[in-house]
């Protein structure tokens, strides 16, 4: 640990798929207004340079290379502010696939690694987006948990739906993360699974959890968005909450606290992970006695 407290910002806005241009611009404004508010981390939402769900093949125009055009404005503003930015975009590798990959920049502008989403988000029988939605059409999934060594302490990064996902947590945890970010789009109208996801994920790995989410309806697509981007301490108290507008939320976190808490409930000492080999087997307890 380098820092006992981390001023830490989420910017939350409606990505257009009609407008990328202006999309980023917004967003680099609101990054210059988490900047006068002090912050030191600037979490974005999940693919913040547009969502890509009006049509099958946008997402492929929106997508770029990282490094790559925008990831050189947020470098920049990085420098210009002496701040952490993470947040994910449409990625296009070398091999011509396709990824909503988070990169992660330091305050010296360099691209400290990048985190690819693994738990995509796969609804085909959802009743009220008209055909459903299959990420897995349009991105590959990725297959690491990296926890990343920053000036504010190890980080780990994870991307909307993984949110369900408890394990992915977990493995960040134990691999060092004392803040965990969420870059979201987390779709309207589940604001109830949205809170109580933050919160839970905070309080059951003792971590500092700041989840940023897009806001309101994306015109093209028509598809919504839950907002309420969040921030959770360790206990699972919601210390920060934006309202249901384009904005910055902001909070200070005492990293101390993490320690208070973890010695005063020694969750992570008490696991039993001799118990817990069917989690990640893959295999129901019809599958091992057939």
């Known amino acids: 640990m380098t820092t006992s407290t981390v001023t830490v910002s989420c910017v939350q806005f409606t ?45 492929k125009d929106i997508a770029e290379p990282v490094p790559g055009p925008t990831t050189a404005l947020l470098s920049e503003k990085a420098r210009e502010h002496g701040l952490h930015i993470i947040g994910s975009m449409y990625a296009r590798t070398p091999q011509g696939r396709y990824q909503n990959l988070t990169p992660v920049i330091a305050p010296n502008g360099e691209i400290l690694g990048s985190y690819v989403k693994t738990h995509l988000f796969d609804a085909p029988n959802r009743v009220d987006i008209s055909g459903g939605i299959r990420e897995s059409d349009k991105v590959e999934a990725g297959n690491d948990l990296p926890v990343f060594e920053t000036a504010l302490g190890p980080l780990g990064v994870t991307v909307c739906s993984d949110l369900r996902f408890p394990e992915v947590y977990r493995v960040l945890t134990l691999g060092g993360a004392r803040i965990i970010v969420c870059a979201s789009a987390f779709l309207s109208p589940r604001l109830d699974h949205w809170e109580f996801f933050i919160r839970a994920r905070a309080a059951e790995n003792q971590v500092f959890l700041v989840a940023s989410g897009q806001v309101g309806s994306e015109p093209v697509s028509g598809i919504g968005f839950v907002g309420r981007s969040m921030i959770a301490d360790p206990w699972g108290t919601v210390v920060a909450t934006a309202s249901d507008v384009e904005g910055v939320v902001t909070a200070q976190l005492d990293l101390t606290l993490i320690d208070t808490m973890r010695n005063r409930y020694p969750l992570l000492e008490q696991r039993r992970p001799d118990l817990y080999g069917r989690i990640v087997s893959g295999l129901s307890e019809a599958d091992r006695n057939s």
């Open 15 to 59: 990505a257009r798929d009609d407008d990328k241009d202006g999309t980023i611009k917004t967003c680099l404004a609101l990054i210059d207004r988490a900047a006068a508010q002090g912050a030191q981390l600037v979490v974005l939402p999940e693919v913040w340079t547009g969502l890509g769900y009006s049509s099958d093949t946008l997402y």
